[in-house]
């Protein structure tokens, strides 16, 4: 662990200079500084009084536990094709099963269709990107064009299907998760 270098981030986080970080733990601004560059180590006492300038403690400090992934990128991307129905769904969070929420990407050929998911607990949200689709929900059914976006209980049998001449893309959210 880099401590200078994760009082600095603390630090800018908070918003304080190291002047107003200084003052608030009765040391030099000289010295803050050479502490973020690891030119100098603190003693427990004195990394103590920074910390509590920060807003926080030793054991929150030194906790090592690995942040939460919040951004995700192309190569995080899983995807699964069906040819038969004509879809290819792509789970743009890995692992979203274990959230309260699932988003995925989905993409229709024209006349391709999702499988039939079952009633279950939660909710549905879902936003057209690209062409028009069909929403089936029990013996409902809905247009969604470009641009537009469906929700519902998910209480009834539900799939959607492509219901024009090009590929439809739709972004996908159930809650709880269940693709």
Known sequence: MNIGEKIRRLRIKSSLTQEELADRCELTKGFISQVERDLTSPSIATLVDILEGLGTNLKDFFNESVNEKIVFSKEDIF??????????????????????????????????????????????????????IYLHVGEDKYKIRKDESFYF???????????????????????PPSF
């Open 79 to 132: 995807e699964s094709e069906n040819e038969e129905l004509g879809y290819i769904l792509k789970w743009i969070i890995p692992n979203a099963q274990k959230n309260a929420m699932e988003p995925i990407l989905m993409e229709l050929e024209s006349g391709g269709k999702t499988k039939e998911d079952s009633p279950h607990e939660g909710e549905e949200f879902g936003y057209v990107i690209n062409g028009s």
């Open 153 to 175: 209980r998910a209480n009834s049998n539900h799939y959607i299907s492509n219901a024009g001449k090009t590929k439809a893309r739709v972004i996908w959210v159930s809650t």
